[in-house]
């Protein structure tokens, strides 16, 4: 399990509406879609509609020219550019929380999310390219799903599941998305060069913030938004010093076995 860090949970004073809890998981679904892979033409296009784009507004975000006065064709192909340089080439930098908390891919935070997925019954759905569980798209339609299944069981009555669920995306604030999402978010604000993963990254500061406020979940921000992250230490399972292939007493003995 995670070290938790200075983390403290609350009670939520109030419980949310099925509609509240939908509008929730519309917007980790909207952030988890700029980070699962490179956005796809539906996904712009979507982002791109008025109402959309009014919304976003109305919550202080302003895409530049360069999202909004582009053909939709021409936008597709420079944000994939874009995906590749912050996310997957080297000295990028890539949405994934072993990455930024260890400097390694799956360490610790990508075993504990995987073993939460199969106690939730969540499974990582194929996309254009394989990624880790512990990826920030996969961690973001996680709790989106939570918060669907959740709604659901409020409409139907079930008020343990909902609260079951409720300690679940809690948990998972407290134990993943909590300890690095903030500080990666102004890591990716101040590397991007195109406004849309530059507002993206601020509406995923923003609303990570407010998350953490409304499910009365504090812990501390691990990753610090740092451009170098120092590789962790991983346990020999073995004596490097020690001789190999025959080199040793035990050695020599099975190789006398098989002579």
């Known amino acids: 399990m995670q070290n938790q860090n200075a983390v403290l949970i609350e009670p939520m004073e109030d419980s949310l509406s099925p509609l509240e809890l939908r509008a929730r998981a519309g917007y980790y679904q909207l952030l988890a879609g700029a980070f699962a892979e ?20 109305d919550l202080g975000f302003q895409f530049d020219a360069d999202f909004t006065g582009v053909p939709l064709d021409e936008l597709q192909d420079t944000l994939a550019c874009e995906y590749a340089t912050l996310f997957t080439t080297s000295g990028g930098c890539p ?45 973001l339609s996680f709790v989106a799903a939570l918060l669907e299944n959740q709604a659901a069981a409020l409409e139907s009555g079930d008020m343990a599941t909902v609260k079951r ?18 500080g990666y978010a102004t890591l990716l604000a101040r590397a991007t060069e195109h406004s849309f993963y530059r507002e993206i990254a601020r509406l995923l500061r923003d609303f990570a913030e407010a998350e953490l406020a409304l499910l009365k979940v504090r812990v501390d921000d691990v990753d610090g938004g740092r451009e170098v992250v120092p590789k962790s230490e991983i346990e020999v399972l073995f004596n490097p010093d020690e001789p190999v292939c025959g080199g040793c007493e035990h050695g020599k003995t099975q190789n006398g076995a098989y002579a």
Request: aromatic share 12%; charged share 25%; hydrophobic share 40%.
């Open 38 to 57: 490179e956005p796809g033409c539906d996904y712009l296009a979507a982002l791109r509609a008025p109402e959309a784009m009014a919304a976003l507004v």
């Open 165 to 182: 669920l409720e300690k679940e995306v809690k948990r998972f604030w407290a134990t993943h998305l909590g300890r690095w999402v903030r």
């Open 95 to 139: 949405p994934v929380e072993s990455s930024r908390l260890t400097g390694r891919f799956q360490q610790e935070p990508f075993h504990d999310v995987k073993a939460i997925y199969q106690h939730c019954g969540f499974a990582l759905q194929p996309g254009k390219f394989a990624v880790f569980e512990d990826q920030l798209g996969v961690e």
